[in-house]
């Protein structure tokens, strides 16, 4: 199977980016993580990306803050699918980095998940994968009946609390 990049801008995004980091591993999809970013380290942020169809990457996820440029400048060097995950950060709400990431030039696509949103950004690569791998997409087509029971049976118990 195609492996997942995940890059982070720094460090300090961790928290958020080790729950598609635990999603991945989970479904046993191989995964390699960096801090690269586009501000600090560009040369190397460039680089990851140029080399990553040939390292074997599938999909690459970039998840920064602020002036989140790291998709973006990712999707700048490869045609792999990049998806953004805009990051909420010190003193900013995470709506700056969500135009970063989204507001791309037309020929340079980044498909940007919600701020934060790092369990769809896992999801979505995992769909991309599935398109040729069966037995991945099985294991996400379970993931939604279990969403969907999860639902349901919360509905049957608010209708219990409150319907009579
Ligand atoms: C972004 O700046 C990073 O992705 C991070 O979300 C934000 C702050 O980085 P640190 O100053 O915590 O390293 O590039």
Not at 45 to 72: D, N
Not at 103 to 112: K, L, N, Y
Not at 145 to 157: F, I
Request: aromatic share 4%.
């Amino acid at each position: 199977m195609k492996k997942v990049g995940v890059v982070m801008g720094s460090k300090s995004d961790l928290p958020v980016v080790e729950k598609a980091i635990s999603l991945l591993q989970e479904y046993e999809v191989p995964v390699q993580v960096r801090v690269l970013s586009a501000h600090r380290c560009p040369d190397e942020a460039r680089a990851f990306a140029a080399g990553a169809r040939q390292a074997g990457f599938g999909v690459l996820i970039a998840a920064a803050g602020m002036a989140a440029h790291l998709a973006g400048a990712l999707a700048a060097n490869t045609t792999l699918p990049v998806i953004g995950i805009p990051l909420r950060a010190a003193g900013s709400d995470g709506a700056d980095a969500l135009y970063s990431t989204v507001m791309m030039p037309s020929g340079i696509p980044v498909a940007t998940v919600a701020i934060d949103g790092a369990k769809n950004a896992a999801l979505l690569a995992m769909e991309i994968l599935a398109v040729s791998d069966e037995a991945l997409a099985e294991k996400l087509a379970a993931f939604r009946r279990e969403d969907t029971a999860k639902t349901l049976a919360a509905d049957r118990e608010i209708c219990e609390k409150y319907n009579g």
